[in-house]
């Protein structure tokens, strides 16, 4: 029986993966971590030195990820990361946490199976198409950008080249902000619109022809549940960081 903390156990994304803890027999929900929620924990290190858990689960908030996640691998206990908000340096601090303390981590910007898929045919698009930018869709009330999923495909397509830009940043005629924000050498365009709940579209381009990459999140939590979960099973026994739900799947 693998016993996990929910942090964010309140929020749109944590009480459905709590819920399905909680129906999974094979999984104990140890505990809940939400200030809003007076049968909660409210902090992740208050939790962890409450009860006795195998994994951390954090859909917190951009402000508070990092120190949930230092927490539980401080105390030998895995994690798995669906909030945004870490940046690639940040997860170079918790790997080589993780790894002092013999746990795991996976983490991804997004835990449905189609938001995988979308890193998996952009790494490869990455390899035949030297240019490329990322759209990055969100509501008009979420605080951080780049979301969580365009930080990792742009940190994905860094493993692969930088690609090629025309005309030099340093040599734009206006404002250098009209060309987004350069996040793992790629140029990433951060909407915050209503009606949008999370869209990640990478472009490639090629002489003549473009290809166009889509995820579309719907408004419903239930996408994210079962790539959660295999998370969560797949943590016990790694040790180090592991990016990406695409890195779990055959």
Known sequence: MIRVVVAGSTGWTGRAVADAVEAAP??????GVARSDPAAFSSVAEALDAVSADVLVDFTHA???????????????????????MSAADYDDADRLARENGV????????????ALLLRFATEAARQLGSWEVIDYAS?????APSGTARELAERLD????????????????????????????QVHSLRLPSFTVSTEVVFAGQGERLSIRHDAG??????????????RAVVGRVGLTRGLDQLLG
Not at 162 to 182: D, F, K, N, S
């Open 26 to 31: 094979d999984l104990e929900l140890a505990a």
């Open 63 to 85: 402000s508070a990820v990092k120190q949930n996640v230092l927490a539980a691998l401080e105390r030998g206990v895995g994690v798995v990361v669906g909030s945004s908000g």
């Open 104 to 115: 795991g981590i996976v983490a991804a910007g997004n835990f449905s199976l189609t938001a």
């Open 140 to 144: 008009a009330g979420k605080t951080d």
């Open 159 to 186: 493993a692969v080249r930088a690609p090629a830009i025309g005309v030099p940043l340093e040599e734009v005629h206006g404002p250098r902000e009209a060309r987004g924000a350069t996040v793992a050498g790629t």
């Open 219 to 232: 408004e419903s939590a239930a996408p994210y549940v079962a790539g959660t979960l295999l998370a969560v």
